[in-house]
């Protein structure tokens, strides 16, 4: 008999896999669908019309939602798919495919990448030496560095033409033409009004009539510089390095003296706006006259200060303070050992708590003005990635390690220990409970 009961649990399973029989869900049904932990577990999720589904506890993980469909096999491979763009990562971040209706493109970390304008039709591809593509009038180029090849519309000029590089290379931009020998050491070039000529590191100058003009001898000890001729502040500096710099630009002047000994910058306008720097970047300070100042004694302290916010640090941002408000909003945070922060932010619709204590944990809670919430509490969060694409490092690698995971929404939640081991989902008066599929309980709540 046992045997045979777990035959059916086990087609059951099999079933759900496959996707068969896919309920709906009214206000009243069991979420949850019938698994077998950790090989599968599935749910719905009300507040954002989606079925999640899960297979070998957090490796396998699939979230279809009205306007957005998620895969994630990790940390091997995700895809995500949305009427607007499409995505898909390998072992992020070294391989990747985007597209959406400006351009599509791929890459293979440094060894390839390859993209595609969508408005103006141009085109690009580099796999390791080699390279090719179309300009968006048609034009084509490609080559093989260092060997030989031709760049077009690269690098802020209109054509580069190479032959064993850095033996060889010759680059147009509008009319001027410059050729390098043996780069960085020969370079000539001349058009539009510009004259550059370069023996490194022994002289160069570099001229474009009534603009600017840039010298150098011994490089990189001495340089002087005079530049924004055609403008109302002439630009003038002239440096021996570690000696003696100075620069000059309208009332704005610079000095230093054995660099980093002793550097100092004022306006002759107004002498409140002064910066300082001794034994650089040991001892610093700064003020503009307008609020802005600055303070550093590193690596004890920094502080700087603006109209609208302060920031300290202390131990090289072992710990930090951060206090900016504006416009009706407000916002104060502290930050701990770099990775960690803790704070809330006050605007005049939403107010946002976040305590993030890494690796131990992330919380965030979003409340707006009319008294609607939702947030989160992941624990552990072990890879804290702001900004370099977070979402990608999040889906691969941060969810094989999460053990107890919780998000809520106005009056509806949801939480899941050991990758679905134990699944609870709460709506106003009801509360479901899964354990690894098999066992579904439902509970009235007063």
């Known amino acids: 008999m046992s045997r045979a009961l777990a035959c059916v649990w086990l087609a059951a399973s099999l079933a759900g896999c496959a996707g068969i029989g896919a309920p709906s869900y009214s206000d009243e049904a ?9 090989l599968y577990t599935a749910d719905a999720r009300p507040w ?15 979230d279809e939602r009205p306007a957005e469909e998620r895969f994630e096999a ?10 607007e763009s499409a995505r898909r990562d390998v072992l992020f971040p070294l391989a990747a495919w985007r597209s959406d209706a400006q351009r599509e493109e791929s890459w293979l970390l440094l060894f390839g990448r390859a993209r595609q304008d969508h408005e103006d039709g141009s085109r690009e591809r580099l796999f390791g030496a080699y390279f090719d593509g179309n300009t968006a009038d048609g034009r084509r180029y490609r080559g093989l560095f260092p060997i030989a090849g031709r760049f077009l519309e690269r690098f802020g000029v209109d054509q580069i033409d190479f032959a064993l590089w850095p033996l060889f290379a010759r680059s147009r931009r ?22 550059k000529l370069r023996v490194w590191p022994l002289f160069g100058v570099d001229r474009r009539e009534g603009v600017y003009e840039r010298r150098f001898w011994l490089w990189p000890f001495v340089h002087r510089k005079v530049e924004k001729l055609d403008s109302d502040a002439p630009k003038r500096s002239f440096f021996v390095f570690p000696i003696y710099g100075r620069r000059d630009m309208g009332p704005h002047a ?25 034994l650089w970047p040991i001892f610093s300070m700064a003020s503009d006259g307008a609020g ?18 302060e920031s300290k640090s202390w131990l090289l941002g072992l710990l930090a303070r951060h206090i900016e408000s504006g416009e009706g909003s407000r916002n ?48 552990p969060y072990l890879v804290p990635m702001r900004g370099l694409d977070p979402d990608g490092w999040d889906r691969h690698y941060n969810q094989l390690f999460e053990l107890y995971g919780a998000r809520w929404r106005g009056s ?25 599929g098999l066992l579904h309980l439902r509970r009235a709540l007063d």
Not at 74 to 83: A, G, M, N, V
């Open 332 to 379: 104060h945070e502290w930050r701990l050992l770099w990775a960690s922060r803790f704070g809330t932010r006050r605007d005049p619709d939403r107010t946002t708590r976040r305590a993030d204590l890494w690796p131990l944990f992330r919380y965030a809670r979003f409340r707006d003005g009319e008294g609607g919430e939702r947030g989160s509490l992941r624990v």
């Open 292 to 309: 802005n100042d600055s303070l550093a004694v590193r690596p004890l302290y920094a502080r700087r200060l603006t109209p609208t916010s």
């Open 412 to 436: 509806e939640r949801r939480s899941s220990w050991l990758f679905g081991l134990r699944e609870a989902r709460s709506r106003p008066g009801v509360e479901w409970t899964s354990w690894g």
């Open 254 to 278: 610079m000095r230093f003296y054995l660099l980093p000994l002793f550097a100092r910058q004022w306006d002759r306008t107004r002498p409140e706006a002064r910066t300082l720097d001794l």
């Open 74 to 83: 990790r940390p091997l491979l995700s895809s995500l798919y949305t009427p």
């Open 48 to 62: 954002v019309g989606s079925l999640e589904t899960r297979s070998l506890g957090p490796l396998l993980h699939w």
């Open 174 to 195: 509008g009319d001027y033409r410059e050729t390098q020998i043996l780069w960085p050491i020969f370079a000539y070039g001349r058009g539009e009004g510009r004259l």
């Open 30 to 38: 069991d979420p949850f669908r019938l698994g077998l932990w950790p």
